[in-house]
T-cell receptor, first 112, second 114 residues
Framework: ETGVTQTPRHLVMGMTNKKSLKCEQHLGHNAMYWYKQSAKKPLELMFVYNFKEQTENNSVPSRFSPECPNSSHLFLHLHTLQPEDSALYLC???????????FGPGTRLTVL | KQEVTQIPAALSVPEGENLVLNCSFTDSAIYNLQWFRQDPGKGLTSLLLIQSSQREQTSGRLNASLDKSSGRSTLYIAASQPGDSATYLCAVADRGSTLGRLYFGRGTQLTVWP
């Protein structure tokens, strides 16, 4: 256990659905991250939040909408996704950038 | 833009061997370099973090070295075991990007057979 939890662990959704991924960290960290891991591609940073403020949006399509209500929770809201969005979505946290990052177990997303 | 390369892409060895995994990066202006382990379908487990001012870090059978000027890091695994089988990822936090942004290599997939 890394102190970072993610729910759900698996998600199957249609292209017209709306769903949300949740991440919670129990480490007292101030920075949280969303990453995408697709088959045969390096891990890609999507969003960075420092002290609840978004400090990085790595040119992510608007069908992905992050939300960080406090330093312990991070959400990724999904709507009208495409099949190519199927991937493992990983959440991470650190005390603050660029400290050591701790990752959650990920959400395996399949878009039909 | 920082680019991270890991060699080899895959490695299969018998139990007991000492291993060397390589990581190179293009921009030497880094904050730190982190080595992770990933089991199939799972998240990442942090193994070692080397700050830019450090030359190496050790944890148990693992030793990571950093040569910032040449843009290289090496992960040594001593006396490998089947439980070491996983994908090993190298990631760099560089000074030219948003604080906390990590650039990842594609990983080395390690198989240790009994």
């Amino acid at each position: 256990e890394t102190g970072v939890t993610q729910t759900p662990r698996h998600l199957v959704m249609g292209m017209t659905n709306k769903k949300s991924l949740k991440c919670e960290q129990h480490l007292g960290h101030n920075a949280m991250y969303w990453y995408k891991q697709s088959a045969k591609k390096p891990l890609e940073l999507m969003f960075v939040y420092n002290f609840k403020e978004q400090t990085e949006n790595n040119s992510v399509p608007s069908r992905f909408s992050p939300e960080c209500p406090n330093s312990s929770h991070l959400f990724l809201h999904l709507h009208t996704l495409q099949p190519e969005d199927s991937a493992l979505y990983l959440c991470a946290s650190s005390q603050q950038g660029p400290d050591e990052q701790f990752f959650g177990p990920g959400t395996r997303l399949t878009v039909l | 833009k920082q680019e991270v390369t890991q060699i080899p892409a895959a490695l299969s060895v018998p139990e007991g061997e000492n291993l060397v995994l390589n990581c190179s990066f293009t921009d030497s202006a880094i904050y730190n370099l982190q080595w992770f382990r990933q089991d199939p379908g799972k998240g990442l487990t942090s193994l070692l973090l080397i700050q830019s001012s450090q030359r190496e870090q050790t944890s148990g059978r693992l030793n990571a070295s950093l040569d910032k000027s040449s843009g290289r890091s090496t992960l040594y695994i001593a006396a490998s075991q089947p439980g070491d089988s996983a994908t090993y990822l190298c990631a760099v936090a560089d000074r030219g990007s948003t604080l906390g942004r990590l650039y990842f290599g594609r990983g080395t997939q390690l198989t240790v057979w009994p």
